[in-house]
């Protein structure tokens, strides 16, 4: 569920990175409140800990497939909302940074999606009242599912308006969701038994974790509503301004934000990849409205701005594009040898 | 399995490659820092028919890799986790996209141009990000952090979940290859052990945060992150955020790969 950068307008990354940054900033300062500097390290290797645990395949009984953790709700189990969102983060900013998952841009989409519904919404709104009688096995087992499924969902569904927002998707609204949401049941559905049957070993071996984490954090004051009005405030405020800054300045960096598009994000299983394509090509059968649409307007975006782009090209400029293009890539080719070169003489003067 | 060896791999090989002593890595943190972003944000924002106005942001990586002397097969190979995902999606604009163009007599649809310019951006962003961290290092962009007043708590909760990650990798590693012994021929974890196996592990990992923990006592820690010497901006590091950021914007503005053709092919 990992947003790309290549998939994201620069309004909508900018807007969740804002969003991410105020949870963050509010996680911080809980935490710093009731400061306990073991907790500094726990977080750490705890996150650690979820990182490692998600290449874990596990078997799901009586299918073929398997699956893994996804950290976020089983983070705020063990170290409270707060600690787990930072925990989140961090792990989501070591896959952007070391292995292209997701990106720098769509970092904050990724950390919202991920650890905000899981940690603020699934947790405290789902898990914690289910558990608030006290542990037993059926209540473990149904916190975590329900927890386990709602946060993903409200995850998934985020990830559609996301790219829904920036322009990008070429499915429409309704096929999109109806993709999304029940793929991402059965990933919550598995998610949330293997959460239960970890949780309960945990209670089981070691009560007093679960209680700390759960205790240590009072959510009482029902603080969770003063965090969603000053975000909802927060990203219509950024959202608003910074799409105001884009057409206020068509021809500056002339962000073409609800203009481009290029496709939507989803699970990079190879099932899912061809059910879309099967809807699409039924779609494709259908007049179709939505993608000359798009690309009508793509075209107009395109003789309005500076740059004569792709879809007004008349034979010359496309002539001139293609020789300038090859001239560009030979550029580049070029300063990687000359580069190359130079530093392969510098050691001969200097030696 | 191999999975995990390959991610304890590819964080070890960015250590090393951060590690060296080059024009590039010598430049401080931050200024670093801010180029990416700033070159991220501009090649995002390009329009989704764009193809020849990304070409001269290869510039940058291209000057990136040899000035800091990067291997380029294995940084390319860092890109394959991300590659699927993007041609995956890409490779449907073709079917979607009824609009065709033609090129010396061939029809093909505008699709392919979508395509080729999402792969491009992918690639772009990708290895912005991979640059970053292979020429900065994760100390180094913590610092850089700091500097942008990213609170301190948060920060060093990063470098430990750095620092642990290649720990707990190995410890994950060797139950996955003791259970893959003893449970031969099974593609993932049977549902029986899957409370024990990973429950397990919790309670070992809340153990080592504990020892963790007190090492860090016994060692003067006070909550305090310490980075020992702090860099300082000189000159140099500010005209190359300025120089990078300025050709950016040119970029962004004039299409150069058209208006050199277009000079070229006047001229002949």
Sequence with gaps: ?351 | MSNMINTMFDLRLLDDLACKDTVVHRLHPLVKLLTTVIYLIVVVSFDKYEVAGLLPFLFFPVLIINLAELPLVPLVKRMLPAAPLVLGIGILNPVFDHQVFAVGGLTLSMGWITFISVCLKCLLTVFAALLLIATTGMNNLAAALRMLRIPKLFVLQLLLTYRYISVLLEEVSLIWRAYSLRAPGQKGINWKVWGPLIGQLILRTFDRAQRVYQAMCLRGFTGEYNTGSQKRLTLWDLAYLAGWSLFFTLARIYNIPELTGSLLTGVI
């Design chain 1, 1 to 351: 569920m990992h947003m790309a950068d290549a998939l994201i307008s620069p309004v909508v990354g900018g807007t969740m990175w804002v969003a991410t940054a105020g949870v963050a900033a509010y996680s911080i300062k809980k935490i710093q409140k009731d400061l306990d500097e073991k907790k500094i390290p726990l977080m750490g290797v705890v996150a650690a800990f979820v990182f490692a645990a998600q290449m874990i395949n596990f078997t799901i009984p009586g299918t073929g497939s398997s699956g893994h953790i996804g950290g976020g709700l089983l983070l705020a189990i063990l170290l409270g909302p707060y600690a787990g969102f930072l925990a989140m983060a961090s792990i989501l900013t070591i896959q952007a940074l070391f292995f292209a998952d997701g990106g720098l841009l769509a970092l904050g989409c990724n950390i919202f999606n991920l650890g905000f519904f899981t940690c603020f919404i699934a947790y405290p709104l789902i898990y914690k009242p289910i558990i608030a009688r006290g542990y037993n096995l059926k209540r473990i087992v149904a916190a975590s599912l329900f927890a386990a499924i709602a946060g993903l969902q409200l995850g998934a569904f985020s990830v559609v308006l996301q790219t829904l927002f920036s322009g990008k998707t070429e499915l429409p609204f309704g096929t999109f969701v109806l993709l999304m949401q029940p793929i991402h049941l059965a990933i919550g559905l598995v998610e949330g038994l293997i959460i239960a049957a970890v949780v309960s070993f945990i209670w089981k071996e070691r009560p007093e974790i679960l209680e700390k984490a759960a205790l240590g954090k009072k959510l009482g004051s029902l603080s969770i509503q003063r965090v969603l009005t000053v975000l909802a405030l927060a990203a219509v405020l950024t959202g608003g301004v910074l799409s105001w800054f884009a057409s206020a300045n068509p021809d500056g960096l002339e962000w073409s934000v609800f203009k481009t598009a290029g496709v939507e994000e989803l699970e990079s299983s190879g099932g899912i990849y061809q059910t879309l394509s099967g809807i699409q090509n039924k779609i494709a059968l259908l007049p179709d409205y939505d993608f000359k649409a798009s690309g009508d307007e793509g075209a107009a975006a395109a003789g309005e701005g500076d740059e004569a782009s792709w879809p007004v090209v008349s034979g010359g400029t496309s002539l001139s594009g293609l020789v300038g293009s090859v001239l560009t890539l030979a550029v580049a080719v070029l300063i990687g040898f000359a580069v190359k070169f130079f530093k392969g003489k510098k050691p001969n003067f200097t030696s």
